[in-house]
């Protein structure tokens, strides 16, 4: 059985140097919500990628549910951000690692 993940990454937009202490904690109460619903695999920022905020990786039953929760995101609904959706088709022990 195909196992699939969907990767977001989230990518500064002009506006970005605007966010606030505010828009910061809608964008960790959505990732809280998401995580308490099993939606998240991982996610965090990144450090030293310039014009990348960080990535959210999904647990998504179709890409079209992973792109509606990247478009659900605060920093991205509110224009501070834009994204990028990657799908990741998982290779692990369970599948011997797709050989």
Request: aromatic residues 10%.
């Amino acid at each position: 059985m195909e196992k699939w993940l969907y990767v977001m990454i989230i990518k500064k937009a002009k506006s970005y140097n605007k966010v606030t202490k505010a828009v910061i904690t809608r964008h960790v109460e959505n990732l809280k919500k998401l995580d308490s619903d099993g939606k998240i695999e991982l996610c965090g920022p990144f450090k030293g990628y310039p014009g990348v905020a960080g990535m959210v990786i999904f647990k998504a039953g179709s890409r079209e549910e992973a792109e509606e929760l990247c478009k659900l995101e605060p920093l991205v609904a509110e224009g501070y951000a834009t994204y990028t959706l990657a799908a990741l088709q998982v290779a692990d022990r369970d599948n011997n690692y797709l050989l």
